[in-house]
């Protein structure tokens, strides 16, 4: 494909998208599409074969439901910090929804007075969109759970039968069938307004997040706490077992992100030489790097602010110097001027799920010795076992962690466990 080519393909995407939100599909033609980005219909047609091809396209290739979700939780974060319950995190997040839809109406009354003339195609796209903005939200839901102040519940508080997978999609259905009912009648007769609505909504659904959140309390290491800033957050259920990597699987990670790029590899080695959290990752600006001939720091800029170092040597291995390691190169490399210290495509600042997709990218096929794929919360699993056993004091990890001491137990369980596994392997050598 030429350079002229896949750039009136972008343009017909990005034209299409901000069409069918400002005057919905029924009303958007594929010439109005055209004249927007530019271009000669017939190019539209030859690439997409029709305005439903074109609506294929953005739904495959534009990323719609990633920016969706992104947005809304940005949203929420905005109106969130470290004293927020999470019953407010729930109305926030509807709030969030509505008003979105709200900035859309001809869009979403056009998706759903068009929905009988969709290809099966379209169908299965918008139904996989949908099932991504599920899966994120809930990620999200699950981890905001353990992060945020849980308030006293209420005696009479009974939850419904529902896993938290099942309570997020029954909320977006809800969400959904309001939007639906309004937009298409106009009818607020089933409540008096919106907030009502709203305040009904966390009534019903937040003890089961609640009671969701106590069968999961089994402990996973945590940043300290802050507002979460981006659409994809670790699922509860993948990361509350502690267990580290081991140093072959480690350095194999870390070679294979070295082959991708230089960012990969600068992540990567963040990951597993500061022990930082997805959601620091993609909060750090450049001005929060720090790295001269005697320290190489990085400010931990949101909840608890405080520094956080960043190791030359991980399990046993050297990546650099203070000033000469894979993040420094990618700082060095870099001719933007994005403040972020790590970009998604199009120079802008990345998200947790960029992060979360460059892991998996990364370590795919890999396997740890419990026969699973590395989750990437094990590198900061990692990090913390590892500092353990070069002599950090549990009070001082308890400082760079933000966690106490009770529970950082398991980690310095493991990594007693560890030291005394070395010394008879030592022994055995004599």
Not at 257 to 280: M, R
Not at 283 to 298: A, G, P, T, V
Not at 357 to 381: C, E, F, Y
Request: some cysteine.
């Amino acid at each position: 494909m030429t350079t002229s080519r896949t750039s009136s393909r972008q343009r017909l995407l990005q034209a299409a998208l901000a069409l069918f939100v400002q005057q919905g599909l029924t009303d958007t033609t594929t010439k109005q599409i055209a004249e927007q980005a530019e271009v000669n219909e017939a190019t539209l047609f030859r690439q997409f074969g029709n305005k439903n091809g074109l609506l294929l396209a953005v739904l495959q290739e534009g990323d719609v439901f990633q920016r969706f979700t992104q947005f809304l939780v940005d949203q929420v974060g905005q109106h969130s910090d470290k004293t927020t319950t999470f019953e407010h995190i729930l109305e926030q997040y509807t709030i969030a929804f509505l008003d979105a839809i709200d900035q859309a109406p001809e869009l979403v009354r056009s998706l759903i007075g068009e929905a009988g003339r969709y290809s099966d195609e379209t169908q299965r796209a918008l139904a996989q969109g949908f099932e991504q903005v599920n899966q994120e939200v809930n990620r999200f839901f699950e981890q905001a759970s353990q992060q945020y102040v849980q308030p006293y519940a209420q005696p009479d508080s009974q939850p419904l039968p529902l896993s938290q997978k099942e309570l997020t999609r029954t909320l977006h259905q809800l969400l959904i069938g309001y939007a639906t009912i309004e937009l298409t009648s106009g009818d607020r007769l089933l409540w008096s307004d919106r907030e009502a609505f709203i305040s009904h909504i966390v009534t019903l659904l937040y003890p089961n997040v609640e009671a969701a959140s106590a069968s999961n309390q089994t402990f996973a290491m945590q940043a300290p706490m802050q507002v979460l800033p981006a659409t994809a957050t670790e699922s509860v259920t993948e990361t509350v077992a502690m267990a580290d990597l081991p140093d072959f699987l480690v350095h194999d990670i870390l070679l294979r992100a070295k082959k991708q790029n230089p960012q990969a590899y600068a992540i990567i080695y963040t990951l597993f030489g500061a022990g930082v959290s997805p959601q620091e990752l993609a909060l750090l600006q450049r001005i929060h790097h720090i790295s001269n001939r005697n320290q190489h720091l990085l400010q931990i800029p949101h909840g608890n602010s405080h520094q956080i170092p960043i190791n030359q040597w991980i399990m046993g291995k050297r990546y650099g110097t203070h000033q000469k390691n894979p993040l420094t190169q990618w700082l060095k490399s870099r001719n933007d001027e994005c403040s972020a210290l790590f970009l998604s495509d199009g120079d802008c600042p990345i998200t947790t799920t960029d992060i979360h997709r460059l892991w998996d990218n990364v370590t795919a096929d890999l396997d740890t010795p419990a026969g699973r794929s590395p989750h990437i919360k094990q590198a900061q699993h990692t990090w913390c076992v590892e500092l353990l056993m070069r002599g950090v004091t549990p009070e001082n990890m308890a400082i760079l962690t933000g966690l106490t001491v009770e529970q950082l137990e398991p980690y310095i369980q493991r990594a007693k466990e560890k030291a005394a596994i070395d010394q008879v392997m030592q022994l055995d050598k004599k």
